[in-house]
C-alpha cells in the first residue's frame, strides 16, 4: 500500500502543493505520493464518498472553489463551520472519518506575526473562501479596522459582521484608505484571471503589502510595492506555511525546517 494525499480545485494546473510535498516526502524518506486533481463542483460528493472508500488516500488540500462547498461532505471536529467557516484541509481521522480543518489562518499569520498590528487599519481584497482565514487571524491579532473591498457588498458585510470585527466595505475600485496591512485574497491578479488594477499611492512607507497569489509569484500587485519600496509578502510564504500543517497531518510527521531556501528555490523555477 502507498499512502497519498491531494489538492483539490477547479482550475487546479496552476497548483504549486504537489511540488512542496513531494519535496517533503524526499526529503525525508517517505514512501507516499501527493498528486493534483480538477474537480467540478458536481463531482465533489462523488470526490469524498470514493476517497473515503480508498485506505490508501490520507486527505486533500482543498482550493478554489471548494472551500466552502467541502464543509458539508466531512466532519467538523473543531466547528470550523461557525468560526472560520471555510476548509482547506481533510484528512483521515480516528475510525477512518474524515476530518476538516482550516490551516490557512495559520499560514497567513505567520510572516505577519511580528507586525505591530493592534489598533492598526488592515485592507483585504476579497469575501471568498481565502479572505475568511484572514479576517478570523486578523481579529486575533486585535486589529483596529478591516477594510473590506468586494464586488459584494452584502456578503462582505456579512463577513465582518460575522468576524466580529470593526470595520467598513467598499467596491473594488474604491480609494485606499491609510493601512498599515493591504492583502489581497482574491483570485485577482492569478494566471487566467482578471487583473488586480488598484492604485498602491495612498498607503503609507510603513505599509506592508501580502499577495495570497502564488502564481505567478511576483504579481503586479507586489511589483507595483517593490516600486515604491513597501514591504511585501508573496503568496509562497502562506502556501508553504499551511502545507507545513497540512503535511503533518496527511503522513503523521512534521515537514523538515531546514530546507526552506531549497524549497523555495525549487518553486521559483
Same mark, same amino acid.
Given at each position: 500500500?502507498?499512502?497519498?494525499?491531494?489538492?483539490?480545485?477547479? &482550475?487546479?494546473?496552476? @497548483?504549486?502543493?504537489?511540488?512542496?510535498?513531494?519535496?517533503?516526502?524526499?526529503?525525508?524518506?517517505?514512501?507516499?505520493?501527493?498528486?493534483?486533481?480538477?474537480?467540478?463542483?458536481?463531482?465533489?460528493?462523488?470526490?469524498? +464518498?470514493?476517497?473515503? !472508500?480508498?485506505?490508501?488516500?490520507?486527505?486533500?488540500?482543498?482550493?478554489?472553489?471548494? *472551500? #466552502?462547498?467541502?464543509?458539508?461532505?466531512?466532519?467538523?471536529?473543531?466547528? /470550523? +463551520?461557525?468560526?472560520?467557516?471555510?476548509?482547506?484541509?481533510?484528512?483521515?481521522?480516528?475510525?477512518?472519518?474524515? /476530518?476538516?480543518?482550516?490551516?490557512? =489562518?495559520?499560514?497567513?499569520?505567520?510572516?505577519?506575526?511580528?507586525?505591530?498590528? =493592534?489598533?492598526?487599519?488592515?485592507?483585504?481584497?476579497?469575501?471568498?473562501? !481565502?479572505?475568511?482565514?484572514?479576517?478570523? =487571524?486578523?481579529?486575533?491579532?486585535?486589529?483596529?479596522?478591516?477594510?473590506? $473591498?468586494? +464586488?459584494?457588498?452584502?456578503?462582505?458585510?456579512?463577513? $465582518? @459582521?460575522?468576524?466580529?470585527?470593526?470595520?467598513?466595505?467598499?467596491?473594488?475600485? =474604491?480609494?485606499?484608505?491609510?493601512?498599515?496591512?493591504? /492583502?489581497?485574497?482574491?483570485?485577482?491578479?492569478? *494566471?487566467?484571471?482578471?487583473?488586480?488594477?488598484?492604485?498602491?499611492?495612498?498607503?503609507?512607507?510603513?505599509?506592508? /503589502?501580502?499577495?495570497?497569489?502564488?502564481?505567478?509569484?511576483?504579481?503586479?500587485?507586489?511589483?507595483?510595492?517593490?516600486?515604491?519600496?513597501?514591504?511585501?509578502?508573496?503568496?509562497?510564504?502562506?502556501?508553504?506555511?499551511?502545507?507545513? #500543517?497540512?503535511?503533518?497531518?496527511?503522513?503523521?510527521?512534521?515537514? &523538515?525546517?531546514?530546507?526552506?531556501?531549497?524549497?523555495?528555490?525549487?518553486?521559483? +523555477?
Amino acid at each position: 500500500m502507498t499512502n497519498y494525499a491531494e489538492v483539490i480545485g477547479h &482550475p487546479i494546473s496552476h @497548483s504549486k502543493s504537489p511540488l512542496i510535498h513531494r519535496f517533503w516526502l524526499n526529503q525525508l524518506g517517505l514512501v507516499g505520493e501527493y498528486q493534483a486533481r480538477d474537480i467540478l463542483p458536481e463531482h465533489l460528493d462523488d470526490y469524498f +464518498r470514493e476517497r473515503a !472508500a480508498d485506505p490508501e488516500w490520507r486527505g486533500c488540500n482543498v482550493t478554489i472553489p471548494h *472551500k #466552502i462547498a467541502a464543509l458539508d461532505h466531512v466532519t467538523d471536529l473543531g466547528d /470550523v +463551520r461557525s468560526s472560520i467557516g471555510a476548509i482547506n484541509t481533510v484528512f483521515r481521522g480516528a475510525n477512518g472519518i474524515l /476530518v476538516g480543518t482550516n490551516t490557512d =489562518a495559520g499560514g497567513f499569520y505567520g510572516p505577519i506575526a511580528d507586525l505591530p498590528l =493592534a489598533g492598526e487599519t488592515a485592507v483585504v481584497i476579497g469575501a471568498g473562501g !481565502a479572505s475568511r482565514a484572514v479576517l478570523f =487571524a486578523l481579529g486575533q491579532a486585535d486589529i483596529g479596522e478591516v477594510v473590506l $473591498l468586494a +464586488r459584494n457588498g452584502l456578503k462582505a458585510a456579512g463577513l $465582518l @459582521s460575522h468576524f466580529g470585527l470593526k470595520g467598513r466595505v467598499l467596491p473594488l475600485t =474604491a480609494r485606499l484608505p491609510d493601512s498599515a496591512l493591504l /492583502v489581497n485574497a482574491s483570485p485577482l491578479g492569478m *494566471k487566467g484571471q482578471e487583473l488586480l488594477e488598484i492604485d498602491l499611492t495612498p498607503l503609507p512607507e510603513h505599509a506592508v /503589502v501580502y499577495d495570497l497569489v502564488y502564481a505567478p509569484i511576483e504579481t503586479a500587485l507586489l511589483k507595483q510595492a517593490r516600486a515604491r519600496e513597501l514591504e511585501v509578502v508573496d503568496g509562497l510564504e502562506m502556501l508553504v506555511g499551511q502545507a507545513a #500543517i497540512a503535511f503533518e497531518l496527511f503522513f503523521g510527521v512534521a515537514p &523538515p525546517d531546514d530546507e526552506e531556501n531549497a524549497l523555495r528555490e525549487l518553486l521559483l +523555477r
